[in-house]
């Protein structure tokens, strides 16, 4: 017999087989010999209450054999298989591949940087000297944005796909299976550059290419249908479906598609920027305790809050966590921020933002880059505050709240470094007033949250693609071009590693359609 039950844990024993079997068997009101096995279905943190507590849902099996899910990776020879070009080697691109793979389609991923280990000497020249390589960087090289900003696996977009399926192909790779149960899984970016790594030895040993320093100049395009793509190299390859895939950094692509009359429009995203508080505080505002001690993790939290008619919001946040500079072209100021898979870094970090709609931008609509030039002016103007070497500029919170100098900056997480600066000189005039009004409110919803401890570093302004390519909503493809397929966050149809992953699953399955 097997039944589906609730449990609540204390915290420290969440992971102890004989604790969790005996909280299960007193639960079901049998002797716990009974109890042949329990497996967690979902985890999470409960600090509503005076006492923090895991509640968890679980199966039990009572007198009865439990077989643990094997997780394999066996895939067909797809070598000789119908190409598919797969631009971009970030989430979409990646699980776009696995899943041609699986259908019996050759993918074949080009790729403008580099692959896992040969960006990390590019990120360590962007954090030691302020260096930006525009083809590897934060955003570009294999893995995408996620390999090396944090990693974290927590979706809403549960209607698009099975994200099951996509954290299963997460488990097969080498990440941890507890990503299957906990409420926020997370990897670590010191995880997931093997796990990256192991994904692209099962495309190669399926058949399938992963090409390293191909970026992509041209679509080849004949009678409104793709027939492949020209290299910067010179070079032509060929392919009846292409999924495009490249990111919501690569402004580069949609000069292309704007200079081929490849339909792109202007789309809302959302500016401000990077907050980092001591993690203490956030500790002790979420536990509701002085000490959070070794048996629970750094806390996180999320918060929101209309202003104007705007919203005001948290934003991928990071427990234990570093702000990092993400910037793609040189003369420019972009954070971020990662956390290790042990979130053990002393500070919390979250993008806070204000979303952005047409109308608050100067400009005409039609005009595919109003939204994205928008975007390059705050970030300029963001370098030219810090003063160049990527130092960002940054403001305490209750300074920035009242218009006031930072005397002083505390210590924090960015490594190229931070300037005092007053905000307001950087963020548009309305972005700034409505994250002031917003931020007290946020102190009274999260105690100690409004402190001049947190710094506000400039500019979050990576959030979404400031421009959108347009897709069939059946078919996946682009309204233009037949066998042309957008994808995930550079097209504006994800916003993280699992909707991108979703979404490139959804596309190789569209790919097979027009190829069969």
């Known amino acids: 017999m097997v039944k589906e039950i609730e449990i609540v844990c204390p915290p420290g024993q969440q992971e102890d087989e004989a604790v969790v079997k005996r909280l299960a068997a007193a639960s079901l009101n049998i002797q716990p010999q009974k109890v042949s096995a329990v497996k967690i279905l979902k985890r999470s943190i409960d600090a509503r ?22 997780f394999n990776v066996n895939y067909p020879d797809i ?19 696995l899943q041609c793979i699986q259908l019996g389609l050759k993918p074949i991923i080009l790729e403008r940087g580099k692959d896992v280990k040969q960006r990390r000497r590019d990120l360590a020249n962007i954090n030691k000297q ?28 549960t209607k698009r796909g099975d994200v099951n399926q996509v954290l299963k192909m997460f488990v097969a790779h080498g990440a941890a299976e507890d990503i299957l149960i906990d409420a926020r899984p997370h990897i670590g970016t010191n995880k997931l550059p093997q796990i990256i790594t192991a994904m692209r030895e099962t495309i190669l040993n399926a058949g399938g290419e992963f090409i390293f320093d191909a970026k992509v100049t041209e679509l080849l395009v004949e009678f409104g249908k793709i027939k492949g793509v020209k290299l910067a190299n010179g070079e032509k390859m060929t392919a009846d479906a292409v999924i495009l895939a490249t990111g919501h950094s690569a402004r580069d692509v949609f000069e292309i598609l704007h200079h081929q009359n490849i339909l792109i429009e202007a789309k809302p995203f959302a500016l401000g920027v990077r907050i980092e508080h001591p993690q203490e505080i956030i500790d002790r505002a979420q536990y509701h305790c002085e000490y959070r001690g070794p048996d629970l993790p750094p806390s996180y939290y999320n918060l929101v809050e209309q202003v104007a008619d705007r919203g005001v919001f948290s934003f991928c946040m990071c427990p234990g966590g570093i702000i990092a500079p993400c910037a793609t072209e040189a003369n420019e100021i972009v954070v971020n921020g990662w956390s290790p898979s042990k979130r053990n870094n002393p500070f919390a970090n979250s993008g806070t933002v204000v979303q952005i709609n047409m109308e608050d931008v100067a400009g005409d609509d039609n005009d595919p880059f109003k939204m994205l030039h928008f975007q390059q002016q705050v970030e300029r103007a963001a370098f030219n505050a810090g003063g160049g070497s990527l130092v960002a500029p940054g403001q305490r919170m209750v300074d920035f709240v009242e218009g006031k100098l930072s005397n002083d900056l505390p210590v924090n997480s960015y490594l190229p470094g931070t300037k005092s600066i007053e905000l307001k000189e950087v963020l548009p005039g309305w ?79 569209a790919a097979l359609k027009i190829l069969s």
């Not at 509640?55 to 054999?65: A, K, N």
């Not at 260096?131 to 809403?156: H, I, M, Q, W």
């Open 130 to 157: 302020g260096l930006v390589n525009p083809e590897s960087n934060y955003c570009f090289g294999e893995g995408g944005a996620g390999t090396y900003s944090d990693g974290k696996l927590y979706t809403r977009s």
């Open 431 to 509: 972005i700034n007033e409505r994250l002031r009004k917003a931020l007290p409110v946020f102190g009274k919803k999260m105690k100690g949250y409004y402190t001049n401890e947190a710094i506000l570093v400039g500019v979050e302004s990576r959030t979404s693609s400031p421009v959108k390519i347009p897709r069939d909503k059946e078919t996946l493809q682009h309204p233009q071009v037949q066998g042309l397929f957008p994808c995930g966050e550079g097209a504006g149809y994800a916003g993280g590693i699992i909707s991108a992953a979703i979404d490139g699953v959804n596309c190789a399955v």
């Open 49 to 70: 209450g005076r006492r923090v507590v895991y509640r968890m849902m679980v199966q039990v099996f009572i007198d009865e054999i439990y077989q643990p899910e094997i």
């Open 79 to 97: 070598q000789f298989g119908r190409p598919v070009i797969i631009v971009g080697a970030g989430p979409a691109g990646i699980f776009a591949a």
